[in-house]
C-alpha cells in the first residue's frame, strides 16, 4: 500500500442525501408518540399486546425462511464502510451507490428457490485506484458476515470506471484468491478498520 493519498481531494455527497432506512422517523405519527399515542392509547403501550409462545415461534420460523432483504438494505449495509485511504464513507464518495446494487435469483430456472445474488459495483474515485481490490474485500466481508447463507454475494468494479477493472474484478471473483487474502493478518487489519464505521 502507498503511504500518499491518490485522491486526495475526492468529491463528498452530503450525508443527508444518501437514500437510507437507517435514519429515526422523524414524523409524529410514529409509533409510541405524537398522534397515534394519544389517538390509540393501546399502541403507546406494548405491554397491552400478549402473544403465547406458539405463535411467537411461528412468526420466527417464518422469519428465518423469508427474510426479505431489497437494494436498500444492502446499501444501509456497505454505505458506512470507511473508505481506506479517507476517514469518509463508501456512501459518501459515491463509491458504492443504491442504482449499482441488484438482487437476482441465483437459480433463475427455480423461481421459487430461496437462493439469491447480490451484486455491487463499485465506483472507484479514480481510474487508478490501487485500493479497489481492498474496498472490493472489504464490501465483500461486509456482506458475507450480514446476510444469511442464502444469498451469494458478487462485487465487481463498474465498466469504464477503473484502468484495471478487469484484473480487479477477476480477483473479486476468485474464492480461492479471497480466501488468501482474507488470511493476510495486515490485510485483514486495513479491513476492519474499514468495517469500525458500520451501523
Known amino acids: 500500500m502507498e503511504?500518499?493519498?491518490?485522491?486526495?481531494?475526492?468529491?463528498?455527497?452530503?450525508?443527508?442525501?444518501?437514500?437510507?432506512?437507517?435514519?429515526?422517523?422523524?414524523?409524529?405519527?410514529t409509533y409510541g408518540g405524537g398522534i397515534l399515542a394519544t389517538a390509540l392509547p393501546s399502541l403507546a403501550d406494548p405491554t397491552d399486546f400478549s402473544?403465547?409462545?406458539?405463535?411467537?415461534?411461528?412468526?420466527?420460523?417464518?422469519?428465518?425462511?423469508?427474510e426479505p432483504i431489497d437494494e436498500q438494505e444492502i446499501y444501509d449495509l456497505v454505505s458506512t464502510i470507511s473508505d481506506p485511504e479517507h476517514p469518509i464513507s463508501l456512501g459518501a464518495l459515491a463509491v458504492v451507490s443504491l442504482p449499482d446494487i441488484s438482487i437476482k435469483s441465483t437459480l433463475p430456472d427455480v423461481p421459487s428457490s430461496p437462493l439469491r445474488t447480490?451484486?455491487?459495483?463499485?465506483?472507484?474515485?479514480?481510474?487508478?485506484?490501487?485500493l479497489a481490490t481492498v474496498i472490493g474485500l472489504g464490501v465483500r466481508v461486509r456482506l458475507e458476515q450480514s446476510l444469511p447463507p442464502r444469498f451469494r454475494v458478487d462485487v465487481r468494479i463498474k465498466e469504464g470506471?477503473?484502468?484495471?477493472?478487469?484484473?480487479?474484478?477477476?480477483?473479486?471473483?476468485?474464492?480461492?484468491?479471497?480466501?488468501?487474502?482474507?488470511?493476510?493478518?495486515?490485510?485483514?487489519?486495513?479491513?476492519?478498520?474499514?468495517?469500525?464505521?458500520?451501523?
Open 3 to 29: 503511504s500518499t493519498m491518490q485522491n486526495s481531494n475526492p468529491t463528498i455527497l452530503n450525508a443527508a442525501d444518501l437514500p437510507t432506512r437507517l435514519r429515526p422517523s422523524r414524523k409524529s405519527g
Open 51 to 66: 402473544i403465547s409462545e406458539s405463535e411467537e415461534s411461528d412468526e420466527d420460523d417464518v422469519d428465518l425462511l423469508e
Open 118 to 130: 447480490v451484486s455491487v459495483l463499485i465506483t472507484p474515485t479514480i481510474t487508478h485506484c490501487s
Open 161 to 199: 470506471t477503473h484502468s484495471t477493472a478487469d484484473e480487479v474484478n477477476k480477483q473479486l471473483a476468485d474464492k480461492e484468491r479471497v480466501a488468501a487474502a482474507l488470511e493476510n493478518g495486515t490485510l485483514m487489519g486495513v479491513i476492519a478498520k474499514m468495517l469500525e464505521t458500520c451501523q
